[in-house]
Every structure is written in structure tokens, then in C-alpha cells.
Nanobody, 115 residues
Framework: QVQPVESGGGLVQAGGSLRLSCAAS????????MAWYRQAPGKQRELVAG???????NYADSVKGRFTISRDNAKNTVYLQMNSLKPDDTAVYYC?????????WGQGTQVTVSS
């Protein structure tokens, strides 16, 4: 059973960068799509980016060109490189397969972007 643990969040100024990591407790090799989600205060959780087992990636329009998702199956880890951060990117970021597994929602990692 895969249980992700997210890390790498923090406080950054607008225009800055952060790299999030998602270390899974089990193997992610057989998971077709791994994804990053985020939830801002007062808003619904949304899909940010996804990556297939073959490396195909997809992004929400709001982060396209700024965020890059990658995965290292050997390390059971998924990454999210976030550049040119904006205050609107402030949220708790979560890692989960796509479609998400209910039992795999972790604590997430807080990203706060100041203007």
C-alpha cells in the first residue's frame, strides 16, 4: 500500500522557486499516473500536474510553463519543481496517484508565496 509523504514547502517571495518531494512508502512503479494536487484556503483541491509511468506529463493551465513534474521510480519519489511562483500558488500541496486514492492523502506540504 502506497503512502506518500510530501516535503519541501516553505515561504518564498513572488518570483522565487521551490522543489517539492513526495516519497512513497511503497513502490510506485506500477502506478500509471502520479500527480500533485493543491488546496488553497477556502477553495477545493485541484489537480496541478500529473506524470505517467512513461514520462508523459500534463499540467493545469495556471502552472504550465512554470512547474515541472518528474518521477524517480527507483527511489519511489515524485518531484515538483516550481519556478516563477505567484501569490496565487499559495496552498497545501499533496501527492497522490491519479485518480487519487482516498487512503493516500497525506499531510501535504505548505507553500506560501508572498507578494
Amino acid at each position: 500500500q502506497v503512502q506518500p509523504v510530501e516535503s519541501g514547502g516553505g515561504l518564498v517571495q513572488a518570483g522565487g522557486s521551490l522543489r517539492l518531494s513526495c516519497a512513497a512508502s511503497g513502490s510506485i512503479v506500477s502506478i500509471k499516473i502520479m500527480a500533485w494536487y493543491r488546496q488553497a484556503p477556502g477553495k477545493q483541491r485541484e489537480l496541478v500536474a500529473g506524470i505517467g509511468s512513461g514520462g508523459t506529463t500534463n499540467y493545469a493551465d495556471s502552472v504550465k510553463g512554470r512547474f515541472t513534474i518528474s518521477r524517480d521510480n527507483a527511489k519511489n519519489t515524485v518531484y515538483l519543481q516550481m519556478n516563477s511562483l505567484k501569490p496565487d500558488d499559495t496552498a497545501v500541496y499533496y501527492c497522490n496517484p491519479f485518480p487519487p486514492w482516498n487512503h493516500a492523502w497525506g499531510q501535504g506540504t505548505q507553500v506560501t508565496v508572498s507578494s
